[in-house]
């Protein structure tokens, strides 16, 4: 006997009615919505260790710039924006990094030249400074200064975060107001989000004198 083609019944040949499609959709939103946050905070966490690590050469950049014999001191910032440092610096002592004189890249993680202050009697190229010489930046806690993590720093970076482009906080704001007070503390979800990391004297000195060029 003969086999009877088997055909499907006609009510069953169908793909995702408009209904299942949505319902698919929203399940699919619902999954991408719970996670792009995680996604966003995982490279913005990212950004945050490679401005660090960033910074932390910076650093090494600037005390290696010091302890130079054709150098014997800090850069001047620069203040033209050309990455390079300034020749004086008694009238202009906060600018941005002077990266081309460091050998460094030009801009961090989030895409801004890092802001660079230093205190002029370390950077002075007339007369080399001394271990009497202190340092006058200070790093606060707030914008108001009342209680501050150090008074006598020689130099000051500062990393402006992800929110560079938009409107500071009164805290970022005393990080690029140009004067010698800067905000450091932890980082705040939605608003502060600076990066500051500073020289001490102390650290200097003893670089210096390893390096044979103090006292």
Known sequence: M???E???NPAQQHG???LEMAVVLVIVGLLLGGLLPVISGQMDQQRRNETRKYMDEVRDALLGYA????NKRLPCPDSNGDGTAEAACAAQQVGTLPYKDLGVAEKDAYGSVLVYAVT?????GTTHFT???????RICTTAACTANLTSTTAAVIVSRG????????ADEAENTDGDTDFVSHDFVQNGYDDMVIW???NILFNRMVAAGQLP
């Open 6 to 8: 088997y055909r499907r």
């Open 16 to 18: 995702f009615t408009l």
């Open 199 to 201: 020289i001490s004297p």
């Open 131 to 137: 271990l009497n010489t202190a340092g006058a930046m």
């Open 120 to 124: 002029k009697e370390f950077a002075d």
């Open 162 to 169: 992800a929110n560079w482009a938009n409107t500071p906080s």
């Open 2 to 4: 003969p086999l009877k």
């Open 67 to 70: 302890i130079s014999t054709a």
